[in-house]
């Protein structure tokens, strides 16, 4: 049964100057409605260019994308920015809040990008209640803690009721005790049905997904399915 | 930088292109004052930018007023500059002229009447006094039925110059201000008109039908006319053996209008190049401005695409972003422009053409393309802001 998102034989290749690089080499993967997966590995072992081919933020050198059984290589980049509007959620390491916005209009600021909202200002309002930001809403992020920016940036991902949300390092700029907190989060976001793609270097996250794909040198080492 | 750079053109094209059209609007509004129908006759050669030629022929009294048999003009007065009136450092002319000279020259009364066939048996030498004269030279109270007894320097270009005299004057009207036409030398404001016998009498001429004459006015029924009645008056003077080469020059309020035309063309041109220099400078601190605006936005763009932007949401906002800033320095710039058009009035004497008329004339002209000129440059960063790779620019620290 064809996951709602597939990756086949999927290659990456960076060109740096004069120098290739082989980011992904061959990478077959299935991501099923509901899952919690977390992706490991070194530094410079693909994850990020994994996440980011995942997120139709990119597109592979070789091998082919499938989002919701439609092959993504005959999509225009207008359609994939509809796409990523419509289905996806990003949380980065670094937040990447918008300075200039409050938390409220940070949140709302997904919305602009889809009709799928109908009245984004109620809507941002309830997902940062949500997040326990309620009293926050109207602060910059310069104002905000390091766990706070982060939970923003999840209300931000949530917004448009995505398919899946995708997470880069979400717990990277943050202490231990905000990391587990987020953690729950997490949890509680894939209990209620939402697919999570999440890599981190943090064995508690990666501990806590259904399923954890180890990459090494743009390969997928290892992988270890939990309780499926 | 983006909004001073906007600003900066305003004020500079404010200044610098207000001034020339104020002092253009100056005078051609002379020109239209001066009359709409319009014609002088000057026995000489002269032309609207200056330079003067005496006649080999001068023009006669009796010539010139057949010119009034012509189809297309109504009324004509010959002139002839008697002498002059020294108050201080301002010399005022007294100037004869025939009693058609008000509808011919389109003079207006402030307070009484013009001179007519009656006033040549008086004693004292009656006078319709210019608009400077009688408000600011005479120092005292002037009025109709006023006498004055003042220093006349006997002066024609054709019967030559006398003593110094005392001479009588009686004045039978006070004229309203005018504007003088460029080009002719002689401000209506300081002058005397009075009859052509006394003035002819100053020189002891008494066969007027004889007498030369400095030039006439003419006016015709509509400014249509003009150019039938100034080549009607140049075929009747040929034919009365005078050459046009170098006896007469007609000048036509249309003339002078043709030749403001083409000395503003080349002051314009001359601007345009100048305008467009301040155009492009102006322009360009927005391109400079934006372009380092989104090198140091790549993680935003990356994250707005990441968000489902697409590249045209990109560039509209970009955009949107100029205009904004490029309209915040065109009102700040418009507004500072006005202070210091009105800031510089104090200090230099042309600049008082740039009225609040030619200002807004100025502004339609120039704020519009400033603005377009602005979204032009932002064209190019907003465009590279859109092409950019979103993996990229989420890597970009």
Known sequence: MPGIIELKEVHKIYKLGSVSVNALNGINLVINKGEFISIVGPSGSGKTTMLNLIGLLDRPTAGKVFFESRDVSSLSDNELSRLRAEKIGFVFQTFNLIPSLTAKENVELAAAFSNKVKDPERKAEELLELMDLKSRMNHKPNQLSGGEQQRVAIARALMNDPLVLLADEPTGNLDSKTSMELLEIFKKLNSEGLTLVVVTHNLSIANEAGRIIYLKDGRVENEVKKGY | MVIMGIILSVILGGVVIGVVNGIKEYYTSSIYEAGFNVIFVISGK???????????????????????????????????????????????????????????????????????????????????????????????????????????EPYSLTYGKGNPKSVELHVIGLLDKRAQVPGLGIDPNNVFFTDLVHAYKIFNVTDLSKAYVDGAVASTPSFQDLDNASNEIVSFLESKGYSEKTDFTVISQKDALRYIDRVFVQINNFINVIWAVVLTIGSLSVLIVMVITVRERYKEIGTLRSLGARRSDIMILFLLEASWLSILGIVLGSVIGIIVIEALKQYFEFIKFVTFPVILQTYAIILPEIFLFSLLFALYPAYRAARIDPVQALKYE
């Open chain 2, 46 to 152: 002269t032309g609207v930018g200056g330079g003067f030629y005496p006649a080999a022929k001068p023009l006669i009294v009796s010539d010139v007023r057949e010119l009034k048999n012509l189809p297309d003009i109504k009324a004509v007065s010959p002139l002839f500059i008697a002498g002059v009136f020294r108050f201080g450092d301002n010399v005022t002319y007294l100037i004869g002229a025939d009693e058609d000279l008000s509808l011919s020259a389109s003079l207006t009364l402030y307070k009484g009447r013009f001179v007519n066939s009656n006033d040549s048996s008086s004693q004292a030498i009656p006078v319709v006094l210019g608009y400077n004269i009688w408000q600011y030279f005479l120092n005292q109270s002037i009025n109709i039925n006023s006498d004055l007894n003042l220093l006349l």
